[in-house]
């Protein structure tokens, strides 16, 4: 029986997962889709490179024609990452025919609409199950599994490098440096990894899982984005003193139809599900009205974890193409797109300060939030080693975003203020 053809764009840390996994798992792939599946071409930057995994040399090429327009390649599997020539590459395949498969969530969270559009006019389909989260199939399961729900909430961990670094960090006290090398080293970071300790890799995973989850037009600039690159040991002690874990959280919420989309360090209570997930390990806590609570734990980041997802959309593909029914799965949002405003975010907060150490000092920070209606759940203050000043910590009740920003605008205006160190949301303190 013919062999489908794959023609691969990358064969770096998740292109030779790839590789490894559709030869080692050729039985199981054959039984699926009643053919061998093979490997015809590779693009790579370098032909000479060692390499993780062993691949014939005439099957790498630097020419990515010799891929896209190839006749007999069935299926393109991007994993070559870069957003405006991979685009341009993708479209090619499509207008060729050919299925496509992609890990690029930098891609797919920036023009996802217009590929799958573009893929829907050519009959093919576009799979990207490995852009989010990794090895877990949580694309499928919004789409497939819960695709009879109403999903109101997704929250959760995202990014495997971050993730890695500030669990090094509160576990062992690492040095943030090291450890970012060390999750480079261990291929969970991006070719640039500003985007993972920036927040901006698990920004575009939650703006496309807000498009999936709430079937609407969600864009990248409508997810407001931290990242942990300024957390300090400080911070991280502090947490660790409150009964906290810190950790980069991605929140997605709906309510009578407007949402908020949020990437940023968080503090979640020790016993929070969420707060034992630890090094490259993701976790996504989706809620459906109908369904309550799920949770979807795995590998976010990692070769072979992330190719499982990759080998796995080309099983789908494949099965569509036996049927001859591929082309058929992007739907148009169902909802117009609602950003909920300011006033209408609500989270608790973490915040230190340092305070001049004179009398009143206390009672004008309490006034200010007061005044707001804003209660506290924990206070702290201490002396400040070799220094003139306190430190106050404070953990509030719920605030709205708008009344939060007033207050530390006010706050930084304060005479006795010497200046707000760090602030923090906090999450999970009723409950997951
Ligand atoms: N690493 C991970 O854990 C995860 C990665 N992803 C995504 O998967 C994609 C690939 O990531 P990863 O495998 O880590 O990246 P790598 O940097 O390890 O691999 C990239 C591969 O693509 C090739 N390549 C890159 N640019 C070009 C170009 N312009 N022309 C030709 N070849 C090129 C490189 O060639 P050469 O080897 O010759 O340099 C290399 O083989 C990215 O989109 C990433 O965001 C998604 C989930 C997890
Ligand atoms: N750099 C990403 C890789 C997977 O998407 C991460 O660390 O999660
Ligand atoms: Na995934």
Redesign the pocket.
Known sequence: MKAIQVGL???????SGVVKIIREHQDKLQHLVGCPVEVKKV????KD?QRMVDVDPSLLT?D?NEVILDKDVDVLIE????IE?TKEYLLAALNEKKQVVT????LMALYGSELLAAATKNGCDLFYE??VA?GIPILRSLVDGLASDRITKMMGIVN?TTNFILTKMSKYGSPYSDVLKEAQEL??A??DPTADVEGLDAARKMAILARLGFSMNVDLKDVQVRGISAISDDDINYSKRLGYTMKLIGIAHRHNNKIEVSVEPTLLPDHHPLAAVNDEYNAVYVYGEAVGETMFYGPG??SLP?ATAVVSDLVGVMKNMRLGVNGRSAVSPQYEKQMKKEEEIFAQHFLRIHVKDQVGALAKITGLFSERGVSFEKILQLPLKNSELAEIVIVTHHASQKDFSEIQIQLDELEVVSQVKSTYRVEGNGGV
């Open positions: 764009l990358g064969l770096g840390t998740v292109g693009l790579v930057r370098e490179k630097t990515p994993v070559m990452g870069g020539q890990a690029n969530k930098d490995a852009s990794g495997g291929g969970y991006e070719s980041a990692g992330t």
